[in-house]
């Protein structure tokens, strides 16, 4: 079992920067990957990127590559979302996921999220 809780979020202007956090508790040893999802009112979730546990690698979508950033901190069981360049589209309530281990490649946990709103 492994227990997800974002944090971080709130209200920034076209421009401005966001650092998310996801707090990651449980049998982390078991985790493969960690993603980071979005979804806006009215719209699917989405891709935002990815975090291999391991050996901290990233992937990102085309639309946030160069403005977000993952990374995660050990000794605190914590991955971040650094978001700068915000602009309005990037306006969603944000996930973190993980990806447990010999599990069949899927996001299997998930946290609440939290609203991320940039202003025009």
């Known amino acids: 079992q492994v227990t997800l809780v974002e944090s971080g979020g709130g209200l920034v202007h076209t421009g401005g920067s966001l650092r998310l956090a996801c707090g990651v508790s449980?049998?982390?040893?078991?985790?493969?990957?960690m993603g980071w999802f979005r979804q806006a009112p009215g719209k699917e979730r989405e891709f935002v990127g990815t975090l291999h546990w391991s050996s901290g690698r990233t992937s990102y979508v085309d639309s946030v590559k160069g403005r977000f950033t993952i990374s995660r901190d050990n000794a605190k069981n914590t991955i971040y979302l650094q978001m700068n360049s915000l602009k309005p589209e990037d306006t969603a309530v944000y996930y973190c996921?993980?990806?447990?281990?010999?599990?069949?490649?899927?996001?299997?946990?998930w946290g609440q999220g939290t609203q991320v709103t940039v202003s025009s």
């Open positions: 449980g049998r982390t040893v078991s985790i493969y990957r």
């Open positions: 996921a993980a990806d447990p281990i010999g599990r069949g490649n899927d996001y299997e946990y």
